[in-house]
């Protein structure tokens, strides 16, 4: 996990999910390393291009762990949406906007989020 950061912090992506990855085969059933995994590839991959099949592979792998956790809940609607699948983008923001506080600035992104997609 900590390899997965420095090599993130470093610029290099392709270093960072490989560390990820091999975090996430040495603790099955831990979210943290594939929702990192997650978040850098959703970071690295501009807009417009589509995910790398890995991205798809995690969200698969971090679904059933997320349990309400709103970092999971956020990257798993920010890859619904940059499939396409807007509903299932929204339910997730949906989900993560009441654990958020009020005033927060995470609050603010996550209502513009939710208002970009439903054309607002």
Do not use: C, F, H
């Not at 059933?29 to 995690?58: K, S």
């Not at 992104?109 to 997609?117: D, M, P, Q, R, T």
């Amino acid at each position: 996990m900590q390899l997965g950061r420095a090599w993130l912090m470093l610029g290099e992506t392709d270093k960072s999910t490989a560390a990820y990855a091999r975090a996430t085969a040495l603790r099955p059933g831990d979210v943290e390393a594939p929702l990192q995994e997650l978040a850098a590839l959703l970071d690295a991959t501009p807009m417009g291009v589509n995910l790398p099949p890995r991205a798809l592979a995690l969200v698969g792998i971090v679904t059933p762990l997320a349990n309400d956790r709103p970092e999971a809940l956020w990257y798993l609607g920010l890859a619904a949406a940059r499939l396409g699948n807007r509903t299932i983008a929204l339910d997730y923001w949906e989900r993560l906007l009441p654990m958020l506080p009020a005033e927060g600035e995470e609050r603010g992104l996550v209502e513009n989020a939710i208002k970009a997609l439903r054309g607002g």
